[in-house]
C-alpha cells in the first residue's frame, strides 16, 4: 500500500493541528448550544478526533450526502440528501465537520438548505482545504490544513473506497488512478 502513497501530512502532525482548532472552537462556541454535522463517509476519522479533543458540551449528528450535476456546473449541481440528520436544528449552533473542502460545491448548497431550518448558526470545519480547485464561492471557518491540487487519501479520504483507514494523510501516486 505505502508505495503508492507520499505521506503529506503525519499522525503527529494531524493531532497536534486538531487540538489546535478544538481549542478555538471550545472558545467560540462557550455558552452556545454546538451541535457538531459529520458529512459521512469522509470525516468520520476527523470527526472521532474533533469531537474528543472539543472541551465544552457538544452534540452530534450524522448526514450523507450525493452532489451531482458535474464539475462544471457549480450554480446548478444539486445536492441530494441520503441520509437527513437525526434531531432538527432550531436553536442550534451547527458546525459542519468535513473531510475535505474541494470545489466547494456540496457545501455551497447545504449550507443553505440548513440554514432553512432555523438554526442560529452555521459554520464549516474542515480537516483540508483544496483552494486551488474552488468553483462556489465558500471559505471555511475552521481549516486544518490546507493542501496542493493533487489527489490525497487516508484519514477518512479514499480513492474508490480504498485508504481510509490509513491513519496519516498522503498523496495517491497518479499511477494508480491513471490506469
Ligand atoms: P466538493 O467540495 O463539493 O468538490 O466535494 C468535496 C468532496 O469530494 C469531499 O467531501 C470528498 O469526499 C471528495 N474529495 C475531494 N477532493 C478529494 C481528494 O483529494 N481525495 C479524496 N476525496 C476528495
Ligand atoms: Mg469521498
Redesign the pocket.
Known amino acids: 500500500m505505502s508505495e503508492k502513497i507520499k505521506v503529506l501530512l503525519s499522525e503527529e502532525e494531524v493531532d497536534s493541528r486538531i487540538r489546535q482548532i478544538a481549542a478555538k472552537i471550545s472558545k467560540d462556541y462557550a455558552g452556545k448550544n454546538l451541535l457538531l454535522v459529520s ?1 459521512l463517509k ?1 470525516s468520520v476519522v476527523f470527526m472521532a478526533d474533533l469531537m474528543r479533543a472539543v472541551q465544552i458540551p457538544c452534540a452530534i449528528d450524522f448526514m450523507v450526502v450525493a ?1 451531482y450535476g458535474g464539475a462544471n456546473t457549480s450554480s446548478t449541481g444539486l445536492v441530494k440528501i441520503i441520509k437527513d440528520l437525526d434531531g432538527d436544528l432550531s436553536g442550534k449552533d451547527v458546525l459542519i465537520v ?10 455551497s448548497k447545504l449550507v443553505p438548505m440548513l440554514k432553512m431550518r432555523n438554526p442560529n448558526s452555521v459554520k464549516i470545519c474542515t480537516i483540508l482545504d ?1 483552494p486551488s480547485r474552488r468553483k462556489a464561492d465558500i471559505a471555511p471557518d475552521y481549516e486544518g490544513f490546507a493542501v496542493p491540487d493533487e ?3 487516508g484519514y477518512g ?3 474508490d473506497e480504498k485508504y481510509r483507514n490509513l491513519p496519516y494523510i498522503g498523496v495517491l501516486k497518479p499511477s494508480v488512478y491513471e490506469k
Open positions: 458529512i469522509g452532489s468535513e473531510d475535505i473542502l474541494d470545489t466547494g460545491v456540496t457545501l483544496k489527489f490525497v487519501v479520504l479514499d480513492y
